[in-house]
């Protein structure tokens, strides 16, 4: 029961991303990585791997719904994004939100990364602008921000059940 | 009885530094993923023909999630306008307010579907003047990633549209088909850091290529003596048959010398984060 509640949230978390309605105007729009901080949540609760395969799942749905060469870099990043940040928990551990927003900024920065460097690696992007890196940087740091609660929401989902 | 103590006890050391099976388990699994995930995108046309079966069923509810999304978002515009038209009217005159506050409501819809009705005017001007088949769809998400500019649209291959086809709005032109599913598509739009097209600059004629940069354009591979200012209106050049020749692309802002090469920044026509309709151009098939 509660993995289909989370499952179900956190397919709700990548149609609210992939609809773009909670946009900023800034850099041409940011916003937080719902389904990243959801992963973050995992790895949090669960271990790398439990990050890593939720990652994986949600990089792949992102990658099927584009269906373009990218679906393959999008499913290495959402893996990388939930299995590796969790491995620098004890060195950013001073309270637990500090964990928290360190690797919610780490797993969007390291999706994106791994995202740009596939695609250039296969030489499709124009190169880098300054633009794009403020745009990495701007979603990492939202997704930090909304992070703590998304973790705080979903352990208080595991101590219910 | 005598009792070793505990740190003297052969093994234990040994015994301590065993990897527990589920940690053991747990690093497989993390290995086999990242080798799987890793050969994905070594391998992108072979994920896609291998996810091939499951991608209608996940488009399918990726097109009805963003579809509901797109309904309550829709929704709570119209109630946000609503809630500023009834405002706005209310500083104006209080014998109109008193109409308004009784039909408040009635008025902002209509004013929701007067500028519905502007919008979905001018693109039937526009497709007036495209010679090509033309299908008009709806924006209904983006792309998530901070490094790509995408649209999704309501409109797929059982409507007719396919990929590389051009898209456009009654402000110019949009980007192209990336990909189709049976009723949705994915759209790039011009600034797209992927995204490279021919154009010209309208005034002199000058051709270059239109690149993408991530929240803007810029006009590249044009020489030192070219005739570009700021404020020229550049054209797609209708090369390469992805775009008809002669739809707007956009404005120079900006012109960047770096030695012999010169290239103009381009700030586009179209505002993405606003537009809401697009037409999706077929070339080479008749008007519909």
């Known amino acids: 029961m509660i993995f289909l509640a989370q499952a179900g949230l956190f397919a709700l978390a990548l149609i609210i991303d992939a609809s773009r309605i909670i946009d900023l105007p800034v850099f041409g729009g940011v916003h937080p990585l719902l389904f990243s901080a959801i992963v973050v949540s995992f790895a949090v609760s669960s271990g790398a791997f439990t990050g890593g395969l939720w990652g994986f799942i949600g990089g792949l749905s992102l990658g099927l719904l584009a269906g373009t060469p990218q679906a393959g870099a999008l499913t290495l990043g959402g893996f990388l994004s939930g299995s590796v940040p969790v491995l620098l928990r004890p060195l950013v551990f001073w309270r637990k939100w500090t964990s928290q927003v360190v690797l919610g900024f780490a797993s969007v920065l390291l999706f994106n990364i791994t995202i740009y460097a596939v695609s250039a690696i296969r030489g499709e992007t124009n190169g880098f602008t300054w633009i794009a890196g403020f745009r990495m940087a701007s979603d990492a740091l939202l997704t930090a921000l909304v992070c703590p609660l998304v973790c705080a929401g979903m352990s208080r989902m595991e101590r219910r059940h | ?288």
């Open chain 2, 1 to 288: 009885m005598f009792e070793p103590p505990k740190k003297l006890v052969p093994g234990r050391r040994k015994a301590r530094r065993r990897v527990s099976p589920r940690t053991a388990w747990n690093a497989a699994g993390l290995l086999i993923l990242g080798v799987l995930a890793a050969g994905m995108a070594a391998f992108p046309g072979v994920t896609l023909s291998v996810f091939s079966p499951i991608r209608g069923v996940v488009g399918f509810v990726w097109r009805t999630g963003l579809s509901g999304v797109d309904a309550v978002h829709g929704a709570g515009q119209g109630g946000i306008r609503m809630l500023e038209s009834s405002t706005r009217l209310a500083r104006e005159k209080a014998e109109l307010q008193k109409k308004l506050d009784t039909a408040g409501g009635e008025g902002a819809m209509r004013e929701e579907e007067i500028r519905e009705l502007v919008r979905l005017r001018r693109l039937l001007n526009l497709r007036e003047t495209i010679s090509d088949r033309v299908v008009t769809a709806r924006i209904i998400g983006g792309d998530p990633s901070a490094l790509f500019s995408t649209l999704i649209l309501d409109r797929g291959g059982e409507d007719g549209v396919r990929e590389g086809q051009p898209v456009a709005s009654s402000a110019g032109a949009v980007g192209r088909i990336l990909s189709v599913g049976p009723d949705y598509a994915v759209a790039m739009w011009l600034c797209d850091p992927r995204s490279r097209i021919a154009a010209y600059v309208q005034r002199t004629r000058v051709l270059g290529v239109l690149s993408g940069t991530g929240a803007g354009c810029e006009l590249r591979y044009l020489s030192a003596g070219d005739d570009v200012q700021v404020g020229d209106r550049i054209l797609t050049a209708g090369r390469g048959s992805i775009f008809p020749k002669g739809i707007l692309v956009g404005t120079v802002t900006e012109l960047r010398k770096d030695g012999l090469s010169v290239s103009a920044v381009v700030a586009p026509s179209v505002n993405v984060r606003k537009l809401e309709e697009v037409l999706v151009i077929s070339r080479g098939s008749p008007l519909r």
